[in-house]
């Protein structure tokens, strides 16, 4: 499994942003994938999560109503829009997968991870 998440960049607070993440998953095998981030000084934060196969997703409540996950099948591409943007969104951002279903939270209950990307919010 290999991830590659791209997209970020500079953004003015309030702009809206949209996260790529390139997923080589294997075939017949269900995973989870999810979004997360981490800023300077601070622990790597659960955004947001969805079941590769469904579409299900999980939100953080804390950017739910903001950002929204998603994923293309058919590209292999998992995203996350990014609305209403503030400066405490500057982060890196990190993709990750597993090969379990269910509702996961914590980083330790992902095995991959793509290399992140830096999104930087100025006002």
């Known amino acids: 499994v290999q991830l590659q998440a791209f997209g970020g960049g500079l953004v003015q607070t309030g702009n809206s942003l949209?996260?790529?993440?390139?997923?080589?998953?294997?075939?017949?095998?269900?995973?989870?994938?999810?979004?997360?981030?981490?800023?300077?000084?601070?622990?790597?934060?659960?955004?947001?999560?969805?079941?590769?196969?469904?579409?299900?997703t999980t939100p953080a409540e804390s950017v739910e109503g903001r950002f929204l996950i998603s994923r293309d099948r058919a590209k292999n591409t998992l995203y996350l829009q990014m609305n209403r943007l503030t400066r405490e969104d500057t982060a890196v951002y990190y993709c990750a997968a597993t090969e379990r279903l269910g509702r996961f939270y914590h980083r330790s209950d992902f095995d991959y991870w793509g290399q992140g990307t830096q999104v930087t919010v100025s006002s």
């Open 18 to 56: 949209r996260l790529s993440c390139a997923a080589s998953l294997r075939t017949y095998t269900s995973y989870t994938l999810a979004w997360f981030r981490q800023a300077p000084g601070k622990e790597r934060e659960f955004i947001g999560s969805i079941r590769w196969n469904d579409g299900t």
